[in-house]
């Protein structure tokens, strides 16, 4: 079946570090990946997507390449700022449902 | 637009006792999905529904647990004589017709079970 493995957090770095949230799915067909990112207290918000290979999603400073080779999708910010302290999911979806990874906890220290 | 609505946003519920965790989706939306979150794992899929219809239930417990999205109304999810490992946080999301790959996620009921 569908599935995420992304990388076990949590992840701590100081302002202005790089940002590299490892994530690899597996799937039958063509899934849509995305990432998702979430604030204490809060739900889920789509951060990025990618809908079919080589593609790139990008926002606030993050971005993701579709990496069909290697079943990949990782997630990579130049210098991360305090405000991206939250919790960071990765998902596909191929139908109806969409499946998650387990998250990753990111804590960006000043 | 107001987005997703989930109410209430905290229930507290004794072991035996029912919880009904209800959404509302995005104006517009006819298709919600129901999420649990357990504590420090990510998010598991339940159930998808479009209005008075299930389309995929494959990740609802067997018993217990039931939602259901009327013509009219919020959708419900209810979980019947609660136990403490139903604690947890339940999210909504709901999507525009035909787009089910792109999801808006309410809030979150967070359900602790005494």
């Known amino acids: 079946g569908n599935s995420v493995t992304q990388m076990e957090g949590p992840v701590t770095l100081s302002e202005e570090a790089f940002l590299t949230i490892n994530c690899t799915y597996t799937?039958?067909?063509?899934?849509?990946l995305f990432w998702y990112v979430q604030y204490p207290g809060e739900g889920l918000q789509l951060l990025l997507k990618a809908t079919k290979a080589d593609d790139k999603g990008s926002n606030k400073g993050f971005e993701a390449t579709y990496r069909k080779e290697t079943t990949s999708f990782h997630l990579e910010k130049g210098s991360v700022q305090v405000s991206d302290s939250a919790v960071y999911f990765c998902?596909?979806?191929?139908?109806?449902?969409?499946?998650f990874g387990a998250g990753t906890r990111l804590t960006v220290k000043p | 637009n107001a987005g997703v609505m989930q109410n209430p946003r905290h229930l507290v519920r004794r072991r035996g006792q029912e919880a009904r965790l209800r959404c509302s989706p995005m104006k517009g939306h006819s298709h919600v999905y129901w999420y649990r979150q357990l504590p420090e794992e990510g998010l598991k899929f339940m159930v998808y529904?479009?209005?008075?219809?299930?389309?995929?239930e494959s990740g609802m417990p067997k018993e217990r647990f039931s939602a259901e999205f009327p013509k009219e109304g919020p959708s419900i999810l209810r979980i019947q004589q609660v136990v403490r490992g139903d604690s947890a946080a339940y999210f909504c999301?709901?999507?525009?017709?035909?787009?089910?790959?792109?999801?808006?996620f309410g809030p979150g009921t967070r359900l602790t079970v005494l």
């Open positions: 999301a709901s999507s525009p017709r035909g787009s089910p790959d792109t999801q808006y």
């Open positions: 529904l479009q209005k008075e219809n299930i389309i995929d």
């Open positions: 799937a039958t067909g063509y899934p849509s």
């Open positions: 998902a596909l979806t191929t139908n109806n449902d969409m499946r």
